[in-house]
């Protein structure tokens, strides 16, 4: 039985998410290497649903769909905890967008997503680890960084545990927020970062696809 078929099968083992799911990212092959939850923390609150620039459906080779979508992008001196104070005059850029599953049953979720940021505003100690993406425009790069659910749309159900996973429910979209862990100029704004998919598992050519923001 698939973990999908299983999930559907035991409806009382599943049970909202009442921690948050970070995914960092070491910069390697997958960008979906370590995931812990925290548990202890409230549950996800909602949110309306923000404005949003024209989004991108990708499917795994499982044939999972996810269906992406850019909100916003700034740069913050904390935008998600766990990481390190920046210099004075810096902070982190990070991008927050829709992810919503369209299918009429819960799917494992996973970020499709990266921040890339461009190279101009990208310190000399991580220019090495911020890497070209076939498909993405010459003076941007990808770097090693955080993902985390923050908050679920408005008459979205939360997340769904079983085991050691977590599923996203039938037809709901989440809030999340993904981090670049180089600390950038905090005067940069969303015209120094964009949002892309490009990793096989979602593009099946490992060509980077662009996720536009609003407006």
Known sequence: MSRVA???TTVLGLVTAAGLLVVLRTGGFSGHT???VEHGSTALRQVPRPVTGRPL???????DRYTVAAVRGATGQAPLSGLPAP???KGYAFIDYVLTNPHRRPVLLEFPPNVFLRR??????FAERCVFRVGAPEDVCDLPGRTRVIARLRGSAGLLRQDADTYMAPGASYLVRTVADAPV???ADRRDMGLYVWEVRFTQDRIARYVPFPG
């Open 87 to 89: 210099p004075p005059g």
């Open 34 to 36: 370590v995931a812990k």
């Open 120 to 125: 101009a505003v990208v310190p000399a100690d």
């Open 185 to 187: 100029p905090d005067s």
């Open 6 to 8: 299983s999930v559907l």
């Open 57 to 63: 459906t990708v499917v795994t080779p499982e044939g």
